[in-house]
């Protein structure tokens, strides 16, 4: 949605929006550095949004005002209004009614948010009745994506691949801890994994090996989210593929996590330096026989089109050392997008440059919001 003013000045206005209410504020500060460092100036105008830690929605010098914790960032919002595709500026004073300026108008989003609040159709369906393109998942494939548990009903729905898994809320657990753990013990086998059914970047996951470390890993998944997701542990390859497009997705080349730490954690995946003992080898392209990358890549797409994602998706494989079976994993419909991440290191082992792709994924967000404008949204008389 090209405004008069950018079609003068021939640049698309970007509206780039990171931070937010997530245990993964920080993941998306790197990602949205990285993001707004490589637009091509020539091609982008880039307006940063942020959102604070408590939800607060602001632009200005925002990157150094949320990472620093500053308060110099401008009050901002966006208005669910089709009309006003425009970042606004909040006015307030003392004793006062708050007032609206315009900051910039925009012609599509960016959102560079990972976790809930941002990556789980929040965010999505404010922009869905702003009438403003954005890069990622509609409002249904960033939920299903979002939610562990839903995207495997949806998985087994499509006969899709999943290891053996249960779900739990929060009061099942705080009610009947003792109850749950039997019932775990009975339905899987040590090792599992406990996680909080909302929420990305390994935050809350826990492996357990006893009861002991299934108690606590229960108890701080409980802590993120009212519902738990246990999940079967196996001996397998831990796989990861990037796919991109709308109605025809694409997938980049397989590539491979090894973790030198008990899994790919929040530690592994963020704090450790990479001259650490403990830092994970990523292998791109993974060392697979030809028929095993072309089906995991089908795989892929396939768990991708399930959950009608868009633009862009990070599908999550487990391969079993031992049968050789494919597990699908999780999907990330934001996934992290730093330079350094797999998913843009799978596309650039493919042939396709992290500028390359971000210009993709803006062609590809203003390409959905096209096919979106044809859909009646009245019936005529």
């Known amino acids: 949605m090209m405004t008069e003013e950018s079609k003068v000045t021939q640049k698309i206005r970007?509206?780039?929006?990171?931070?937010?209410r997530s245990g993964e504020h920080e993941v998306s500060l790197?990602?949205?550095?990285?993001?707004?460092?490589?637009?091509?100036?020539?091609?982008?105008?880039?307006v940063p949004v942020g959102i604070t830690k408590d939800g607060r929605w602001v632009t200005g010098d925002v990157v150094a005002a949320l990472a620093e914790g500053l308060d110099t960032a401008r009050p901002a919002t966006l208005l669910p209004d089709p009309q006003a595709s425009a970042l606004m500026q909040v006015e307030m004073e003392a004793a006062k009614p708050a007032a609206l300026?315009?900051?910039?108008q925009l012609d599509v989003i960016f959102p560079v948010l990972h976790g809930p609040y941002g990556e789980d159709g929040t965010v999505q369906g404010l922009l869905e009745l702003a009438g403003l393109p954005y890069v990622g998942a509609g409002v249904v494939g960033s939920a299903v994506g979002m939610d562990k548990a839903i995207f495997k009903y949806v998985m087994a729905a499509n006969g899709l691949p999943l290891l053996p898994w249960l779900l739990f809320t929060r009061g099942d657990w705080r009610e009947r801890p003792s109850h749950t753990l039997?019932?775990?013990?009975?339905?899987?086998?040590?090792?599992?994994?406990?996680?909080?059914?909302?929420?990305?970047?390994?935050?809350?996951?826990?492996?357990?090996?006893?009861?002991?470390e299934l108690e606590?890993?229960?108890?701080?998944?409980?802590?993120?989210?009212?519902?738990?997701?246990?999940?079967?542990?196996?001996?397998?390859?831990?796989?990861?593929?990037?796919?991109?497009?709308?109605?025809?997705?694409?997938?980049?080349?397989?590539?491979?996590?090894?973790?030198?730490?008990?899994?790919y954690d929040y530690t592994a995946k963020y704090l450790l330096e990479p001259d650490s003992d403990e830092y994970s080898e990523l292998l791109?392209?993974?060392?697979?026989?030809?028929?095993?990358?072309?089906?995991?890549?089908?795989?892929?797409?396939?768990?991708?089109?399930?959950?009608?994602?868009a633009g862009l998706g990070r599908v999550d494989l487990l391969l079993d050392k031992d049968s050789g079976e494919i597990y699908v994993n999780e999907i990330n419909t934001i996934p992290g997008f730093t330079r350094i991440s797999m998913y843009p290191k799978l596309w650039e082992a493919t042939g396709m440059s992290y500028p390359e792709l971000l210009d993709r994924l803006i062609s590809l967000a203003i390409e959905r919001a096209d096919e979106k404008g044809k859909t009646r949204t009245r019936r005529e008389e």
Do not use: W
């Open 30 to 46: 790197q990602s949205a550095r990285s993001v707004m460092g490589a637009l091509d100036e020539a091609k982008y105008e880039v």
């Open 182 to 212: 039997d019932e775990i013990e009975a339905k899987l086998h040590y090792p599992v994994f406990t996680k909080p059914a909302n929420l990305g970047s390994s935050v809350g996951i826990r492996k357990c090996h006893d009861r002991a």
């Open 216 to 263: 606590q890993g229960m108890a701080e998944a409980a802590d993120y989210d009212r519902r738990i997701v246990v999940e079967q542990g196996i001996d397998a390859r831990e796989l990861e593929i990037s796919v991109l497009g709308n109605d025809d997705p694409i997938a980049s080349v397989v590539g491979e996590v090894r973790p030198r730490r008990e899994f």
């Open 284 to 309: 791109i392209p993974a060392e697979v026989p030809a028929d095993t990358a072309e089906a995991l890549r089908t795989l892929a797409v396939q768990a991708y089109k399930a959950i009608d994602c």
């Open 101 to 104: 300026s315009e900051v910039a």
């Open 14 to 20: 970007v509206g780039v929006i990171f931070g937010g």
